[in-house]
Nanobody
């Protein structure tokens, strides 16, 4: 069982920055693969960034160069640093986890709202 709790969302102006944190409750953090997803109103959920158990990251084209996915394996925290935010980044952001790379993400947090005003 893995519990995920996101924090750090809020409202910023375009060009601003936020850091989202995902606190992961598990005894085997390093065995999981993690991802940050977002869902804007009226749109489907999309992957923003993923990190595997080896630390390899993959970013959506729309956030490359602006977002950075990092993790603290001692504190069991996965973070998403978001810079140069745009109004198009407005969405609910979710942290997710899965055991094996070929699986679908089966563990999800409750989400945190990010609102970027023009």
């Amino acid at each position: 069982q893995v519990d995920l709790v996101e924090s750090g969302g809020g409202s910023v102006q375009s060009g601003g920055s936020l850091i989202l944190s995902c606190r992961v409750s598990t005894q085997t953090y390093s065995k999981y693969n993690f991802g940050w997803f977002r869902q804007a109103p009226g749109k489907e959920r999309e992957a923003v960034a993923t990190i595997n158990k080896f630390g390899d990251t993959v970013y959506a084209e729309s956030v490359k160069g602006r977002f950075t996915f990092s993790q603290d394996t001692e504190k069991n925290v996965a973070s998403l640093e978001m810079n140069s935010l745009k109004s198009g980044d407005t969405a609910i952001y979710y942290c997710a986890a899965k055991w094996a790379w070929w699986e679908d993400y089966g563990y999800w947090g409750q989400g945190t709202q990010v609102t970027v005003s023009p």
